[in-house]
């Protein structure tokens, strides 16, 4: 019987990323042997379920998600918290199938592990330092009112609880990219509608170093791209390239929300 797992990653695009980042600082992936290293993981903690001597013919549910939390718990351990498991699968010859974003996490010398935010479009080249992922899940940061239909949403695509980095990359993606820029600074201010998030300029690669509120934001000169078509955006690089319109300040949820009470008050002009 094949017990070996099925890892579904993209290896072409994590090359790219890893091309990239490697013109700018020493970079390694996170383990040049994840693939074999998640398959001792996997093995081990389908046996501790089902034993060594597994031979029914189906796995139950209940079982199926207990091997998938262990594994998972065990890789975080390992390669950190928002490393995923997404789209897990136990197939008919007992071998695992799921996705992970293995092949968008590496060491970088100087700045630790990053973890890249989607691949495609808007997304595109956006890295996230362990320090913002922090910042983002510190406690008051995370409105359910803001995160709430995102973080269903993608409990439904991955068939996982979703990270930060996929709660991020969707942010990202849904907001209208008001971006600003202090004088004489190497840093992108990027408006995720909660919040901004501050990112080293690297011209083709944007590390996203931490995460603040809009008050501590001081100085900035806020732009908002004009995009006729997101489809044809293939990284964050890209948005900087289309036309923009100054703007006062960046568009945020607390916003909306103040717009929709005037309305619900009837007090619209």
Not at 175 to 190: Q, T
Request: proline letters at 3%; one cysteine or more; a positive charge.
């Amino acid at each position: 019987m094949d017990m070996k797992s099925s890892i579904l990653r993209d290896k072409e695009q994590e090359q790219v990323y890893h091309s990239l980042l490697n013109e700018h600082f020493e970079t390694v992936s996170l383990e040049k042997y994840n693939d074999a290293m998640l398959n001792i993981i996997l093995s081990e903690a389908r046996e501790a379920v089902l034993g060594k001597k597994f031979d029914k013919r189906r796995i139950s549910k209940r079982k199926e998600k207990k091997i998938k939390d262990l594994a998972t718990d065990r890789i975080r351990k390992k390669y950190g918290k928002w490393v995923n498991l997404t789209s897990f699968k136990i197939k008919k010859n007992f071998s695992i199938q799921f996705n992970t974003n293995l092949d968008r996490v590496f060491t970088v010398s100087g700045k630790g592990k990053l973890y890249g935010a989607y691949y495609h479009r808007v997304c595109g080249n956006i890295f996230f330092t362990e320090h913002c992922l922090s910042r983002f899940e510190e406690p008051g940061r995370n409105d359910m009112k803001i995160y709430g239909r995102i973080v269903e949403g993608l409990k439904d695509s991955l068939k996982a609880d979703p990270t930060s980095v996929d709660i991020l990359s969707m942010l990202i993606m849904a907001g209208p990219l008001d971006y600003g820029r202090k004088v004489d600074d190497s840093h992108i201010h990027l408006s995720i509608m909660s919040g901004i998030l501050v990112m080293e300029d690297f011209g083709d690669v944007f590390i996203a170093k931490t995460f603040l509120s809009e008050e501590m934001i001081k100085q900035v000169q806020w732009h908002r791209p004009k995009i006729e078509d997101r489809e044809k955006i293939t990284s964050f690089a890209s948005v900087l390239q289309q036309p923009s319109e100054k703007i006062e300040k960046p568009l945020l949820y607390t916003d909306m929300l103040e717009e929709a009470q005037v309305l619900d008050n009837g007090d619209a002009p």
